[in-house]
C-alpha cells in the first residue's frame, strides 16, 4: 500500500552544526506534508508543514524541502541544537481528506 | 494553547480484558485522531473521526472500535485485550480545514501492557 518512509532510521550531527533529516513518500496524489518532532515521554509537536504547490517553506531555524518529481521531502535544521534532539516524523494526507499518514521516524541526536 | 488530555499515562490489562481509553480536546477540534506507536513501525493510524458520531477506520482497525458521542471527547476501546495490543496509544486533534487536516495536536501518550 502507499506509504511515508525515511532514508536513515539514526542521524548524528555536532552540536552547530546544520542537520537534513530525509523523507521518501509514495503516494502520488499526497498535497500536504508536515513534520513533527517527538521528544522523550512527549506526543509528538508540529514544526513546519508544506503544500504541494511549494518547494520551500521556511520557518525558526527550519526549512522543508519538496521535490514531487522524486517524491522527495527533507528537513534543514541550521545551527543545531542540544534541544533539537528527538525522534523526527514526516506526515502526509491527500485530496482535502483528513486522514493523516506518518513515516517510521529519524532520531536526531546532537553531539554537544 | 490547545490541550489534548489522555486520561490514563500507564495501564495494564490482562488478556481478554476490555479496555477504554479517554481523550478529550478543550479546543473545539473537528477531528480526533487514534495512533498506536510501536518502535521501528512509527505512527500508525486506527481511527479517526471528522465529526460527532462520525468515525473512519485507519490503516489499522482490526480489534478496536471508537466511540464519539461528544465533540470533545473521543473513546478508544479494546473489545477483548490481546498481547500484541500493547503499545503506546497517542490521541491527537485538528481544526480541519477545507485543504487537510491541518496541524495535528497530541496528548502526552498512554503506554497500555497486555499481560
Known amino acids: 500500500g502507499e506509504s511515508v518512509g525515511l532514508h536513515l532510521p539514526t542521524l548524528s550531527v555536532q552540536e552547530g552544526d546544520n542537520s537534513i533529516i530525509n523523507c521518501a513518500y509514495s503516494?502520488?496524489?499526497?498535497?500536504?506534508f508536515i513534520w513533527y518532532k517527538q521528544e522523550s515521554g512527549k506526543g509528538p509537536q508540529f514544526i513546519i508543514d508544506?503544500?504541494?504547490?511549494?518547494d520551500k517553506r521556511q520557518g525558526q531555524r527550519v526549512t522543508v524541502l519538496l521535490n514531487k518529481t522524486v517524491k522527495h521531502l527533507s528537513l534543514q535544521i541550521a545551527a543545531t541544537q542540544p534541544g533539537d534532539s528527538a525522534v523526527y516524523f514526516c506526515a502526509d494526507s491527500s485530496g482535502g481528506y483528513q486522514k493523516v499518514t506518518f513515516g517510521t521516524g529519524t532520531k536526531l541526536q546532537v553531539i554537544p | 494553547d490547545v490541550k489534548v488530555t489522555q486520561s490514563s499515562r500507564y495501564l495494564v490489562k490482562r488478556t481478554g480484558e476490555k479496555v477504554f481509553l479517554e481523550c478529550v480536546q478543550d479546543m473545539d477540534h473537528e477531528n480526533m485522531f487514534w495512533y498506536r506507536q510501536d518502535p521501528g513501525l512509527g505512527l500508525r493510524l486506527i481511527y479517526f473521526?471528522?465529526?460527532?458520531?462520525?468515525?473512519e477506520k485507519g490503516d489499522i482497525p482490526e480489534g478496536y472500535s471508537v466511540s464519539r458521542e461528544k465533540k470533545e471527547r473521543f473513546s478508544l476501546i479494546l473489545e477483548s485485550a490481546s498481547t500484541n495490543q500493547t503499545s503506546m496509544y497517542l490521541c491527537?486533534?485538528?481544526?480541519?480545514?477545507?485543504?487537510?487536516?491541518?496541524?495535528?495536536?497530541f496528548g502526552e501518550g498512554s503506554r497500555l501492557t497486555v499481560l
Open positions: 508544506i503544500r504541494s504547490n511549494m
Open positions: 473521526s471528522y465529526d460527532v458520531k462520525m468515525k
Open positions: 503516494n502520488s496524489a499526497s498535497d500536504y
Open positions: 491527537a486533534s485538528s481544526l480541519g480545514l477545507a485543504g487537510g487536516p491541518g496541524e495535528l495536536f
